[in-house]
């Protein structure tokens, strides 16, 4: 911070202290700024040494300062990919199937078709997909 700035926070604090003087945040800051313009030099050292300090503090924190960790890890190319889910099998199975006999239909109401064909799929039928996720986990 500079020394005008630690000069203006000691104002605030003063400001803090007596509530009950009102004032407008412009017309303080006329008046902070007109104290410290008529300050002599002698008591603003005592600011501008609270500044430097405040430097010197700043400065070894940034030296000790690390760079932030890395981000998301860049995944290897000769992964093997991860075996689709059941839901996944399932619309890559029934999506050509419903094209055909809905014309016209946007991609996202197919998914939205999809979605409740799978919520009204019986369990047992699930299942079958499910087998078919283990079996390519295996692999």
């Not at 006329?30 to 400065?59: I, Q």
């Not at 078709?113 to 078919?132: A, C, H, P, R, V």
Request: overall charge positive; proline content about 7%; hydrophobic content about 30%.
């Amino acid at each position: 911070m500079s020394a005008y700035a630690f000069f203006a926070q000691i104002c605030r604090e003063h400001k803090k202290k007596n509530p009950e003087v009102p004032i407008n945040f412009a017309e303080f800051s006329k008046k902070c700024s007109e104290r410290w313009k008529t300050m002599s030099g002698k008591k603003k050292s005592k600011f501008d040494e609270m500044a430097k300090a405040d430097k010197v503090l700043y400065d070894q924190n940034m030296k000790n300062y690390g760079p932030a960790k890395a981000g998301k890890k860049k995944k290897d190319p000769n992964d093997p990919k991860r075996p689709p889910s059941g839901f996944f099998l399932f619309c890559s199975e029934f999506r050509p199937k419903i094209k055909p006999t809905n014309p016209g239909i946007s991609f996202g109401d197919v998914a939205k078709k999809l979605g409740e064909m799978w919520n009204n799929l019986s369990d047992s039928k699930k299942q079958s997909y499910i087998t078919k996720v283990a079996k390519l986990k295996e692999k």
